[in-house]
């Protein structure tokens, strides 16, 4: 697919995320003025509000910009995302009438504040990617039982915190917790000292389900797509995670990108998932590609040093798509709402410099990484910042989603110090 034109110069560079294109939504404020909806163009942003009040969004299905969130556009429908999507293209494209009436609710990106773009309702992240529940196999049961024996026929996930869930931008703060005690002695309640990053996709579940659904039936339920990193406690949950799995490793912070990415303006981008190793039960099976060829980049920027690029992966690595991930969700009988995420499970290549977290890339802390400067890490420190990065790549655009960065700032002290 070619570019679209807009009418609007900036989107029309090649490199520029944010082309007719993309059309990705998010939730932003200027100054003193409340958070509002808008959509990314160019360097610009379409208040939707604005927009909303100068009748230029005017649908069956009311007012959709009266709240500083997406969930009300989701609950709406596929059939008014649809519409929705059509009239941004008109009021944006190249040959648009109404220019004069647009112009005014256009706010330049650079003075702009981001807030989470949707209320996020509940929280799952799943352990999909093959290549990084690979290495984390090896590294703690050994390469001969890395996979346990259910991975290749369902994607494991846990129930995760929404409550965590914060917008790029926002420092995390080192946590604190129980670890064990490397001579079998009593653990010790300390901040964590290997604390780390996971680079993963979020999908946003767009409609409600009340009952089990296909693949197919999930596929149309994902409103779009953002960038997330699960930061995770490794010491806290090497200790806590058996049986039950994570719980407060990874309950600190997950940080996603500004703009929801629309499952829209990805189609272009669908790749089939890889080969299958066993065929899945039918209620699980490919019915058509379902992944996308995204570009995936982590940097690390240490305090007041320069950012090293430490890991670039795709999104194509993954093992199961995330309608497959919403369709066995839903086997239960599981409700799902409008505004759930899921979180894809760390996307990890097959190369040592397309792993996505320090674990991996460090070995379990055995092979540091050296970072531009020569400094190294085995996992974060205080001050790092990390950022990640995802492009899909088309014949002279690029489809991008605002970076999703972190800076992770020092542990409290002891915070039962009274
Ligand atoms: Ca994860």
């Not at 890395?146 to 129930?159: D, F």
């Not at 090293?308 to 599981?334: D, F, K, V």
């Not at 055995?366 to 990640?388: A, H, N, Q, Y």
Request: glycine share 10%; proline share 9%.
């Amino acid at each position: 697919m070619p570019l679209l034109p807009s009418w609007i110069d900036s989107a029309n560079r090649p490199d520029n995320p944010f082309p007719l294109n993309n059309l990705p939504y998010g939730v932003f404020s200027t100054g003193d003025d409340d958070p509002r909806c808008g959509v990314a163009i160019g360097d610009m942003i379409l208040d939707c509000r604005a927009a909303e009040e100068a009748g230029l969004l005017a649908f069956d299905a009311g007012p959709l910009f009266d709240v500083p969130f997406w969930n009300e556009v989701m609950e709406a429908g596929p059939d008014l995302w649809a519409a929705l999507r059509a009239r941004l293209m008109v009021l944006l494209g190249e040959g648009a009438g109404e220019r004069a009436q647009v112009a005014p609710c256009l706010v330049p990106q650079a003075g702009a504040m981001m807030h989470l773009p949707f209320l996020v309702s509940e929280y799952t992240d799943f352990y999909a990617g093959r290549h990084h529940a690979f290495n984390v196999g090896v590294m703690f049961r050994g390469a001969d039982n890395a996979l346990p024996p259910n991975w290749l026929h369902l994607p494991i996930g846990y129930n995760g915190r929404a409550s965590s869930v914060v917008v790029s931008g926002t420092d995390v703060r080192r946590p604190w917790g129980q670890v064990k005690s490397p001579d079998h002695a009593l653990p010790a309640f300390q901040p964590s000292r290997r604390f780390d990053f996971e680079l993963e996709l979020g999908a946003v579940v767009g409609m409600a389900s009340d009952g089990p659904v296909t693949v197919d039936e999930a596929h149309a339920m994902i409103f779009g797509y953002v960038l997330l990193n699960d930061w995770s406690a490794r010491d806290i949950q090497a200790w806590e995670y058996q049986p039950l799995g994570p719980f407060q490793a990874k309950a600190t912070a997950t940080t996603i990108s500004p703009w929801i990415v629309t499952g829209a303006a990805l189609d272009p981008f669908r790749v089939a998932c890889p080969a299958r190793e066993f065929p899945l039960l039918p209620h699980l099976r490919d019915t058509g590609p379902m992944l996308y060829d995204i570009d995936l980049s982590v940097t690390l920027t240490p305090d007041g040093g320069a950012a090293t690029t430490i890991a670039r992966t795709n999104y194509r690595e993954m093992y199961y798509s995330a309608p497959q991930q919403l369709a066995h969700h839903t086997t239960s009988g599981c409700p799902m709402n409008a505004g759930d995420l899921l979180g894809s499970g760390t996307i990890s290549g097959p190369t040592k410099d397309s792993r996505g977290s320090l674990l991996e890339l460090s070995w379990g802390g055995k092979e540091p990484i050296t970072l531009d400067g020569g400094v190294t890490r085995s996992f974060l420190e205080d001050g790092d910042t990390l950022t990640l990065h995802g492009a899909a790549r088309g014949d002279g655009f690029t489809i991008g989603f605002g970076t999703c960065a972190g800076r992770l700032i020092p542990a409290l002290p002891d915070p039962y110090a009274r």
